[in-house]
């Protein structure tokens, strides 16, 4: 691939059907995982005429598409959250965000190809000087959260995009604090701020499904996706004063019929999302089962499975 540091994570990449070699199909599972094994079966044949134009890999913040149905409603009443989910969670915080933050100052390695600030984008293990947030030592080891400011949410606050975490790696008297890339979530640049990284502390492993519980609406749709699916995430208004815990499953109610001259239909469900993360102002969910073709803003959910 040329050029492969400009690929970032949610990205999609298309591949021409005539440049992926059959022994890779044969050794591809029906989710486009290659297997450990090597298959015994032929390498399919594909003609010109079934051939698809292009190869299309989903992005790897989406969920597989294997998991729709009983996979994905098996995984949300019998695991649970998984770390990355919450590391990269967009969530909801006051307007204009943490006060004190620090910034991402400069490139310590000199670029080959001449650009601005804000061309340049930094990846795994690239090195940048760090201002930390105000009262902050800086300590070898000490990790940090690098995000940007979002959408603003009426009466709510703002919803916080997390891009990274760096690691502090050297700290020299009268130098600027440097510091390393460890992980990556989104595109990372110069003047992104920066707040204190905490460990990430997974609930139990399953949920109890439970009746009559907290009911909200949903706030965000994180990207805006025009048909939100497996693997996205949604803001929604219960929050950290109503009881709500990472680990606990909404269900999305779906009470529209998808067309005007119809009369009210009976409300169903639309789909699950398990609980990531939360804040005095809202709790961002990543959905994990689907049932109806489109969840949006405003539609009404309810506590229906409660963290273990």
């Known amino acids: ?38 298959s015994t079966r032929p390498a399919p044949v594909v003609t010109q005429s079934d051939a698809p134009e292009l190869t299309v890999f989903a992005s790897p913040l ?62 795994l293990n690239d090195r940048l000087y760090v201002q930390l947030p105000r009262g902050h030592v800086p300590r070898a080891g000490d990790r940090y959260l690098t995000y940007i400011m979002g959408d603003q949410l009426a009466d709510v606050g703002q ?47 399953g949920t109890s499904p439970i009746a009559g519980g907290t009911s909200g609406k949903v706030l965000y749709l994180h990207n805006q996706p025009v048909l939100p699916s497996i693997g996205h995430y949604v803001v929604i208004s219960p929050n950290a004063r109503t009881g709500v815990q990472v680990g606990d499953e909404f269900s999305f109610i779906d009470r529209a019929t998808g067309r005007r001259d119809e009369a009210a239909a009976p409300p169903v469900s639309a789909g699950v999302a398990q609980v990531v993360r939360v804040t005095p102002f809202g709790s961002t969910a990543i959905i994990i089962s689907q049932s109806q073709p489109t969840i949006r803003e405003g539609m009404t959910v309810q506590l229906t499975g409660k963290m273990r």
């Open 1 to 38: 691939v040329e050029n492969p540091h400009w690929i970032y994570p949610g990205e999609i990449i298309r591949i021409w059907g005539d440049e992926v070699r059959p022994e890779a199909f044969a050794r591809a599972d029906s989710a486009g995982n290659v297997v450990s094994h090597i």
């Open 62 to 123: 989406s969920r597989a598409a294997a998991e729709i149905g009983a996979q994905a409603i098996n995984r949300s009443r019998n695991s649970g959250v998984r770390r990355g989910e919450v590391e990269s969670a967009p969530y909801v915080e006051r307007r204009g965000g943490p006060s004190g933050a620090g910034r991402l100052v400069a490139s310590v390695d000199r670029l080959g190809i001449q650009s601005t600030s804000i061309e340049a984008r930094f990846q």
């Open 159 to 205: 919803v916080l995009v997390p891009t990274g975490i760096v690691r502090i790696e050297e700290v020299t008297p009268g130098q600027p604090t440097q510091a390393r890339v460890i992980r990556q979530f989104a595109e990372i640049r110069l003047e992104q701020r920066l707040i204190p990284f905490s460990d990430v502390i997974l609930p139990g492993t």
